[in-house]
């Protein structure tokens, strides 16, 4: 299984990931407080601002491109 699935992760990945300052040594911990919680009532509220709200939605400056090379897979 591929590791974004739950896969092991190598050795080598995990000490690429000590240098990230939210993996906590087992796991990524997220940065901001995140909640699962979602209920029916709230659906037309989220597909109104996913898909009609605009202001804010974009990042304030370009997003840095990274060339894909294939050899680092």
């Known amino acids: 299984m591929r590791k ?5 992760i190598s050795k080598r990945d995990i000490e690429e990931y000590k240098k990230i300052s939210n993996w906590d040594g087992e796991k990524f911990v997220n940065l901001e407080p995140t909640s699962m919680d979602f209920s029916f009532q709230a659906l037309p509220k989220f597909l109104y601002k ?7 939605r974009e990042p ?5 491109i990274v060339p894909f090379h ?4």
């Open 4 to 8: 974004q699935f739950g896969g092991k």
């Open 50 to 56: 996913q898909f009609c709200e605009k202001e804010g």
């Open 60 to 64: 304030k400056k370009p997003l840095p």
């Open 70 to 73: 294939v050899g680092n897979f």
